[in-house]
């Protein structure tokens, strides 16, 4: 599939970055693939490459358009310019006439634009072979079943096409939830029939990041977790390990690097380059200012969401067993264990006037204390998150030099080298996951490395779920231990630790949720599983939850909107075009 974009780039970036600025207006892309890209295998390959390639949109784009999932999930939380920029509908403000709707609304569509041109012409390409044809129908199957995938999460019921319109003709009232779900299941069935469609690619095969029937299996599996068919979830996710996908044996951290972006691990990934539009944006934007290229810190880790990591023995974290009486102090007084050895006057006259209780200052063990709460914790925290005195390699000098997270900042250069962010007034969590480490990567704007959308671990993660919901807790707990074990952390049930105990299917439950949670973070995924688990008010929106410093003193503070929130209203100007719309409940 890389060798593909490398063949096809001129077209493949004129087709998947023009974009149309309105789904209903086709003409353009039109008159480039139906008018003469099916005259030639050539041409035709393009246009299937321009349907992938909307997949990209999501992990491409530096700028402060494109949304991060996850930064509506639990785990992470836009920098504070960025949520009164594009995530109002973290604040309780938005209205149905923000860009961001419209915006999420075209781009699905056009992918299934591009999926529909595919599937309904391609059989009239005369120098394609038939099996070719075939193969290429299913893999557009599975990219519309995607992109309609992601509508129904967000939207939960919209317009069904499955063949392209002339302009003025996109006026199709909403189809139910249960029927998109229903419409996606059948393009996936047909994926999974279709011979030609391989199970698995080995990562020297030349059509490696094309669909399998492994990514098939896998979006249809999660489909069924939606609709509570626990069965039907249970054997898709099983027909995937059966096809030769499994969990990458190595450290937890080195998943997420270029060496391993092609291991058996991974089932479906947007394919990156380090070519400008085609290259993974994630070092960019989750990167620090001493980042290579100078990170954008758009995104931290949100305090809560640290604390959950449990200790590598499977003991709930809790900040009293570390340092006595942490949990009764108010967030900015035990900032005070968070203060970097040996201040000088200034900074302690600046912290005790910020109200850091200064009679529990160590002069030269207040660090070690502080990394005391993050050594021997979960082995993902440290792979995922920059913590408290740990070092960071950076390479924004040019040279690769090791920072450090220290409070009070005082300057990245040296002799300091403390980590620097473009919130640098605040003590907050930076993410170290999928962010280039000294000079590994030429450009962190377009970094080379595969972006994973599918992978087996997530796979074992919903299948224990599947199982579980059956009652089978105690089988489903072996599927999550297959994660833990390869973490490096204490398996579920282990004989004598009664911090892994689980007894019940009801005890299980938030086990899962929260291994996904630590497994997945950063990588786009679980704010779809929160809306699905009807988790995502309680978590996202707990009381005082937000923008936290270190110690859990508020930067800003999430308000819930009601429960409109719940699903994304349709478009204004959607609905004015098409007057067969109706607006979600609670949205005007």
Known sequence: MKHLHKTLIGSALTLALAGCNDFLDLSSYDEVSSGTAFSTTTLAES????????????????????????????????????????????????QPNDASFLTYWKRFYEGINRANDVINNIASCPTMSDALKRQRIAECKFLRAFHYYRLNCLWRGVPVYLENLAPGEYTRARSSEEQVWDIIIDDLDDCIACEELPGKYKSSDS????????????????????????????????????????????????????????????????????????GNVFSYTYGNMVTKGNGTSSFFMNARFVDSYEWADGRPFDWDDVIDGYDAMQPKARSVYFLRDNMTST????????????????????????????????????????????????????????????????????????????????????????????????????????????????????????????????????????????????????????????????????????????????????????????????????DGNGLLECWGAPVYEYKWGGSAYLKWPIPSSEREKNPNLVQNDNWH
């Open 347 to 542: 900074e302690s006259s600046t912290m005790q006037t910020y109200g850091a209780d200064l009679s529990e200052y160590l002069e030269t063990g207040n660090e070690a204390r502080i990394r005391a709460a993050y050594t021997g914790r979960d082995p993902r925290l440290a792979a995922t998150i920059i913590t408290p005195y740990s070092t960071y390699k950076g390479g924004a000098s040019g040279a690769e030099l090791t920072y450090t997270l220290r409070w009070p900042f005082r300057s990245s250069a040296a002799p300091s080298l403390d980590l620097e962010t473009r919130s640098n007034s605040y003590m907050l969590y930076s993410i170290r996951k999928f962010v280039t480490s000294g000079n590994e990567y030429a450009n962190i704007q377009y970094n080379p490395v595969d972006v994973p959308i599918f992978r087996y671990a997530d796979v074992l993660l919903c299948l224990a779920e599947a199982v579980n919901e059956q009652g089978r807790y105690g089988e489903a707990a072996g599927y999550v231990n297959q994660v833990r074990k390869r973490a490096g952390v204490a398996e579920l049930n282990t004989p004598g630790n009664p911090h892994v105990a689980v007894t019940s299917a009801d005890e299980l439950r938030p086990r899962i949720r929260n291994e996904k949670k630590w497994e997945l973070a950063c990588e786009e995924q679980l704010y779809c599983d929160e809306l699905r688990w009807g988790t995502w008010q309680t978590d996202k929106f707990a």
């Open 47 to 94: 246009v299937v490459v321009g349907a992938y390639s909307n997949i990209l949109y999501d992990y491409i784009d530096g700028s402060r358009s494109r949304l991060n999932w996850d930064a509506f999930s639990s785990v992470m939380d836009p920098t504070d310019g960025h949520i009164y920029l594009n995530y109002s509908y973290l604040t309780g403000t938005i």
């Open 207 to 278: 059509g490696y990041g094309r669909v399998t029937k492994g990514a098939a299996y896998t979006l249809r599996g999660k489909v069924y977790l939606w609709l509570k068919k626990w069965e039907e979830a249970e054997k898709d996710f099983l027909e995937v390990g059966k096809l030769g996908y499994d969990l990458y044996r190595g450290d937890y951290a080195d998943l997420f690097k270029q060496a391993n972006e092609k291991c058996d691990e991974m089932i479906f990934s947007a394919q990156m380059e380090e070519v400008q539009g085609f």
